[in-house]
């Protein structure tokens, strides 16, 4: 059984920074592919930020040069600091990982709770 579990997140004014975190447990034997989505309301759910199998990073153009992913890969977490956060960057975000439960498994997608993040104006 693999959890993914957000910790962080709140209520920050227009301007602040934040950092939200995210920890996969269980039986893994390697995390192919780990990020954060959002969704706000009324929208759909949108790729933020994440960590490719190669280990690149990938960014939405609207967090670019505004949050940075980084990770633990021995703690299977990883961080997304948010700064200069924006009202419209209010949004529930969700933890997502592609993970390899066993060598002669093929990934499986895991989703966290989602932790809510609200920049006031």
């Known amino acids: 059984q693999v959890q993914l579990e957000e910790s962080g997140g709140g209520l920050v004014q227009a301007g602040g920074s934040l950092r939200v975190s995210c920890a996969a447990s269980?039986?893994?034997?390697?995390?192919?592919?780990m990020g954060w989505y959002r969704q706000a309301p009324g929208k759909q759910r949108e790729l933020v930020a994440e960590?490719?199998?190669?280990?690149?990073?990938n960014y939405a153009d609207a967090v670019k040069g505004r949050f940075t992913i980084s990770r633990d890969n021995a703690e299977n977490t990883v961080y997304l600091e948010m700064n200069n956060l924006k009202p419209e960057d209010t949004a529930v975000y969700y933890c997502?990982?592609?993970?390899?439960?066993?060598?002669?498994?093929?990934?499986?997608?895991?989703w966290g709770r989602g932790t809510q993040v609200t920049v006031s104006s």
């Open positions: 960590f490719t199998s190669s280990g690149r990073t």
């Open positions: 997502n990982a592609l993970i390899i439960l066993r060598r002669d498994l093929f990934p499986t997608n895991y």
């Open positions: 269980g039986s893994i034997f390697r995390i192919n592919v």
